[in-house]
C-alpha cells in the first residue's frame, strides 16, 4: 500500500511519530483530520519543515537557516492558523484548499532567504553559513546519487557521492549569493537510503 504523504514526516521529538505529536500537543484526536490535511499538503513541498517549539506547539514553517518565513497550525477548533512573518499578517481559514490558495502568492518568495538572513550569512567571511550543519537526503538510482536539501527544488547529481554533495553545495552557495568556491567548506550531514547505502558498501 502506498504510503501517504504525511506519513514521511520528519519529526523532531524523541519516540513519536506525525501523528502521535499532533495528537498529543496539537489538540488531540478532533483535530487530526485537518492535522493529516496539513501534513498531505506540506510533506513533500521543498523547504517545508514540521518542528514542535515552544514546549510543546506543533507548526509546519517555511525557511532556510531556521527561519519560519511562513508558518502554519491548527486551531483547537480545526481550522487553520497561517502567518506571514515578512507582511506580519495572518489568517485563519477553514479548510486545507484556502490554506493552498493563501501559500499561492507567497510561497516562492519565502522559499529565499531573508535580507536580515543574506545579511547574517555573509558577514565575517561566510563564517554562519559555513558552520551550519546542513542535512542532505541522499539516494542512489540509474547511475547516479541524488543529494537533496529541504529547501531547494532541485537536488545535486554525480555519479559518485563527492560529486552528488558538492553539486548540491554549490546550489546552496548560488541561493544564498556566496562564491561557489564556499561549497566544499559548507557543513554537510547526510542521510543515505537503502539504495545509495548499498551502492556504497558494495558498489551495487
Not at 506519513?7 to 492535522?35: H, I, K, L, M, P
Not at 496539513?38 to 525557511?63: I, Q, T, Y
Not at 558552520?131 to 554525480?158: I, N
Request: net charge negative; with cysteine; aromatic share 10%.
Amino acid at each position: 500500500m502506498d504510503r501517504l504523504p504525511y506519513q514521511s514526516v520528519r519529526v523532531n521529538f524523541t519516540n513519536s511519530d506525525y501523528r502521535n505529536v499532533c495528537e498529543n500537543f496539537g489538540g488531540g484526536f478532533e483535530t487530526w483530520s485537518a492535522w493529516e490535511a496539513l501534513g498531505n499538503l506540506l510533506a513533500h513541498r521543498p523547504g517545508w519543515h514540521f518542528d514542535v517549539v515552544n514546549r510543546g506547539e506543533p507548526l509546519w514553517s517555511l525557511g532556510v537557516l531556521g527561519e519560519s518565513r511562513l508558518n502554519i497550525s491548527v486551531e483547537d477548533d480545526g481550522r487553520f492558523h497561517c502567518y506571514d512573518a515578512g507582511r506580519d499578517d495572518d489568517a485563519t481559514l477553514d479548510k486545507v484548499a484556502d490554506v493552498e490558495n493563501w501559500l499561492a502568492p507567497r510561497e516562492e518568495e519565502a522559499r529565499q532567504p531573508s535580507a536580515v538572513l543574506l545579511d547574517l550569512a555573509r558577514s565575517d567571511d561566510w563564517r554562519i553559513l559555513k558552520a551550519h550543519p546542513f542535512r542532505l537526503y541522499v539516494s542512489w538510482s540509474d547511475g547516479y546519487f541524488a543529494a537533496t536539501l529541504p529547501a531547494l527544488t532541485e537536488a545535486g547529481f554525480g555519479q559518485t557521492l563527492d560529486e552528488a554533495v558538492n553539486r548540491a553545495g554549490e546550489m546552496l552557495c548560488h541561493l544564498f549569493g556566496a562564491p561557489a568556491e564556499l561549497a566544499p567548506e559548507l557543513a554537510m550531514e547526510l542521510e543515505l537510503d537503502t539504495d545509495a547505502t548499498q551502492r556504497l558498501r558494495f558498489g551495487t
